[in-house]
């Protein structure tokens, strides 16, 4: 008899793989910028990752109960703060790429992105503490590792072989 684990994994594999080809963003006609996520594609990547977190966590259907909720608020205060520091670093970007700026403005958006910076590493110490709270230790560690695993593989999954950036296609045999 099949492991339900290993259900889930070849189940959340498959769902990872069908996104291949839909779920990166197409550029808009006559502009670099990507199109807005398809939102069908975007439940399906969070079904994917609940899957592939669940399993690889090993979470019993009461951990998962108490975990999800309180990753999905973490995952979306670390957006947020994440969103808010990379705009006043592009702001330092636009300030610095003009021929003239004001030295005292730069030092308000410098001031302001390492303070941004140091909020994202607040973010991070809270939750791993509320994440304590309601799972063991070695559960808590194999999130992280899952959340980068999974990054990994979407990135890996996203890459266009003949872009040429892929280390694995321009192998020589």
């Not at 990872?16 to 399906?44: C, F, V, Y």
């Not at 973010?123 to 309601?134: G, S, T, V």
Request: net charge neutral.
């Amino acid at each position: 008899m099949t492991h339900p684990k290993t259900i889930i994994l070849v189940l959340a594999g498959a769902l990872i793989m069908s996104l291949t080809a839909s779920a990166q963003p197409k550029a808009a006609h006559g502009s670099d910028r990507p199109a807005p996520p398809d939102p069908k594609n975007m439940e399906q990547l969070e079904s994917a990752k609940i899957a592939f977190f669940t399993t690889r966590m090993e979470l019993t259907p009461e951990e998962a109960a108490k975990f999800w909720p309180v990753y999905n608020e973490y995952h979306k205060a670390l957006c947020d703060a994440r969103r808010t520091t990379r705009d006043n670093f592009k702001a330092i970007k636009e300030l610095s790429s003009k021929s003239s700026w004001s030295e005292v403005e730069m030092k308000r958006l410098l001031i302001k992105y390492t303070e941004d910076c140091v909020r994202d590493d607040e973010l991070e110490r809270l939750y791993l503490d509320e994440f304590l709270k309601i799972l063991p230790v070695d559960k808590v560690a194999r999130m992280y590792i899952a959340e980068e695993d999974f990054r990994a593989k979407m990135i890996k999954m996203w890459k266009k072989p003949e872009s040429g950036h892929d280390p694995e296609h321009n192998r020589k045999p």
